[in-house]
């Protein structure tokens, strides 16, 4: 089973501010199989970034994926106010799938 | 526009089992570029990969719950079902059944209780 650990666990910045978001997999990921998701309070997860780097649709150009092999990097360049939520990353590059633990990126 | 949405009983007794299903509009089950999945979240925590069918009926289970789940298809009424044997309080959790990744119902909480 590949584990997925994310970092930091909890992003404290201000609107307009850049966060970068790390998720390190136990093993490599065939593929590049792997994507983000945010989850905002009471809601659903919504894929943002899949195969690593593509942008799902309708996702802002604000977000991008980055990385391949054991290390990935989400990264929004600057934080509007909806984009304060709970961050995950997923692989699908076999089976079991797993999410890491989540990033929660908050107002500061 | 893709939707799902789960439904099913939101208590379950210890022992019993556990059926949810989801019901697809906008899209075919019998799609062969979609996986039809079903993660859970226990309150407060992260994401779990359940399972998933494709429409060729083959199937994948995590291993820790493969002994008490299926994960069927309906194509007639464009669904498919999670079905999970000898619940216990661990298995209380909002239930999600997604699409691949791009698709995901609203999420129902099934709470596993006497």
């Known amino acids: 089973e590949i584990v997925l650990t994310q970092s930091p666990g909890t992003l404290s910045l201000s609107p307009g501010e850049r966060a970068t978001l790390s998720c390190r997999a136990s093993?490599?990921?065939?593929?590049?199989?792997l994507d983000w998701y945010q989850q905002r309070a009471g809601q659903s997860p919504r894929l943002l970034i899949y195969?690593?780097?593509r942008r799902a649709t309708g996702i802002p150009d604000r977000f991008s994926g980055s990385g391949s092999g054991t290390d990935f990097t989400l990264t929004i360049s600057r934080l509007e106010p909806e984009d304060f939520a709970v961050y995950y990353c997923?692989?699908?590059?076999?089976?079991?799938?797993?999410f890491g633990q989540g990033t929660k990126v908050e107002i500061k | 526009q893709v939707r799902l949405q789960e439904s099913g009983p939101g208590l379950v007794k210890p022992s019993e089992t556990l059926s949810l299903t989801c019901t697809v509009s906008?899209?075919?089950?019998?799609?062969?570029?979609?996986?039809w999945k079903w993660i859970r979240q226990p309150p407060g925590k992260g994401l779990e990969w359940i399972g998933h069918?494709?429409?060729?009926?083959?199937?994948d289970y995590h291993p820790s719950l493969k002994s008490r789940i299926t994960i069927s298809l309906d194509t007639s009424k464009n669904q498919f079902s999670l079905t999970l044997y000898s619940v216990t309080a661990a298995d209380t959790a909002v239930y999600y059944c997604?699409?691949?990744?791009?698709?995901w119902g609203q999420g129902t909480l099934v709470t596993v209780s006497s």
């Open positions: 997604a699409g691949n990744g791009d698709y």
């Open positions: 906008g899209a075919s089950v019998s799609s062969g570029s979609l996986y």
């Open positions: 069918i494709h429409f060729s009926e083959s199937t």
């Open positions: 093993q490599s990921v065939s593929s590049s199989r």
């Open positions: 195969d690593a780097s």
């Open positions: 997923h692989h699908y590059a076999g089976s079991p799938e797993t």
